[in-house]
């Protein structure tokens, strides 16, 4: 069997270690996930060998966006566009929608947008192919709404017969609410460029949880696992424990999520997040909400965190690269009395605890199975100030 490469919309994304996770029973998946972190916070001196990480309610079909990119494959003397995911270690693409992982619906609407493509005569854009348009097809489903946002990635602005083909795909997957063409004109391995154009509705769809509704943008970052997102955050925020006294900082807080899950308890919460669409999704969806006692930066977390004060309970929730040093010397110097570190990358995560453990020690570790048939593993770690 192949294996493959999933993109992710910042960059590509090689799951080379991940690989071997695609034929493992479930069960052991766990096994080898639990046995990762146990290895890993040995070298902080914290035992796990009690610890089981949370197992995904949903291993198979839990992918609520998927990326997959454009190629043109030869059928009987003629090329035909196809989709599908990069083939591990190569540049080429296997051309299969359905993959167990993804979401149902949408890898249905992916088969259905793929037939509508081919019949317009839309070619795939690559080095081979520079005269073609499309580059890759993104999709994002809300679990709450059953709603679908589409994005189509091209070359150039050019599209021809967009209007007849964003008529058919709308007949065809009615839950798709809105198309987006954004335009990549790059030859880079990031997915999508600074350039769309809404071709159909809004550009945005809605999801909610704990009766909180959130906007996404199709460039802000929102969890792809709707069904282990929820045990995430409500055990982080259960974790922070937070009453109305508590000043809280979300710091990486994209939407604002967990900024105005954790609203409902603390006193003030303030949200910094660098992606400018993320932001503004956020600050709508607090006056979406009605939630007064939160206030949303847009900004890096390094630069901006230097101005906070005081701060009880702090939330991190970081990028794969984990936290810079300078954002951990600003932490250690205001000293927030909790820490609730919420990590995609445990190794980032163990290298970053290493520089805050003279002055907090761990209370607790959790693990999640966000990410099955792959080898990622989601983390949060409780921190409390000596
Ligand atoms: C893993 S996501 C978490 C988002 C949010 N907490 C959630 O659960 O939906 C990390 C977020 O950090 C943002 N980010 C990455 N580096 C940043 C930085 N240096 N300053 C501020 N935000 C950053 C990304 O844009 C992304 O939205």
Known sequence: MNKIVVQFDDSSFDMHKSSPFENMPYKKQLE???????????????????????????????????????VNIKKNNKFELKLGLFIEGSKQIDPKINHHIQDKEINDALIKIEKILLKYKIRAHNRFEPKGTLKHVLMRKSASTGKMLLVLVTQSTLLPN???IVKDIISECPNIMTVVQNIQDRETPVVLGDKDKILYGKGYIYDEIDGIEFRIHYKSFYQVNPYQMKNLYHYALEQANLNKNDMVVDTYSGIGTITLLASVKAKQVIGIEVNQNAVLDAKFNQVLNNI????????????????????DTLIMDPSRDGASRNFLETVLRIKPKKIVYISCDPKTQIRDLKSLLNDYEIKSVQGFDMFSYTAHVENVVLLSLK
Do not use: G, T
């Open 292 to 311: 007064e006692n939160v206030e949303f930066i847009c900004d890096d977390v390094e630069r901006s965190l230097v101005n906070i004060k005081q701060i």
């Open 32 to 70: 080898v996930k639990d046995e990762y972190l146990k290895q890993l916070f040995k070298e902080v001196n914290y035992d796990l060998s009690q610890h089981h990480i949370v197992e995904n309610p949903s291993p198979e079909f839990y992918r609520h966006k998927v990326i997959l990119s454009a």
């Open 162 to 164: 967009h209007k007849l």
